[in-house]
């Protein structure tokens, strides 16, 4: 059974940054292509950044140059570092494999605001 949980969300001032993290089980993450999507209100979630099994990334480009997107293999754990962050930044962001699984954790909110 898969099972995401975002973690590390919370309020940071513009240029801040934050660390988010995504605990999963049922997911074998060395071998999966790992995602972190956004979810503004009223709107579908949207991608973000993404990195292959073969460590291939991806990143919007409204995040490029200032999120990270990593893994611990050991602890099946996907992590997003986000730097020089805006306000538009603020959302919930949550993690999954890419193409998405049905399986959807809770998500993180992150609130940029001064």
């Known amino acids: 059974q898969v099972r995401l949980e975002e973690l590390g969300g919370g309020l940071v001032l513009p240029g801040g940054s934050l660390r988010l993290s995504c605990v999963t089980s049922?997911?074998?993450?060395?071998?999966?292509?790992m995602a972190w999507f956004r979810q503004y209100p009223g709107k579908q979630r949207q991608l973000v950044a993404s990195?292959?099994?073969?460590?291939?990334?991806y990143y919007d480009d409204s995040v490029k140059d200032r999120f990270t997107i990593s893994r611990d293999y050991a602890k099946n754990t996907v992590y997003l570092q986000m730097n020089r962050m805006k306000l538009e930044d603020t959302a919930v962001y949550f993690c999954?494999?890419?193409?998405?699984?049905?399986?959807w954790g809770q998500g993180t909110q992150v609130i940029v605001s001064s």
């Open positions: 999954n494999r890419y193409p998405p699984s049905e399986t």
């Open positions: 049922g997911i074998t993450v060395a071998s999966s292509t």
């Open positions: 990195d292959t099994s073969s460590g291939t990334t």
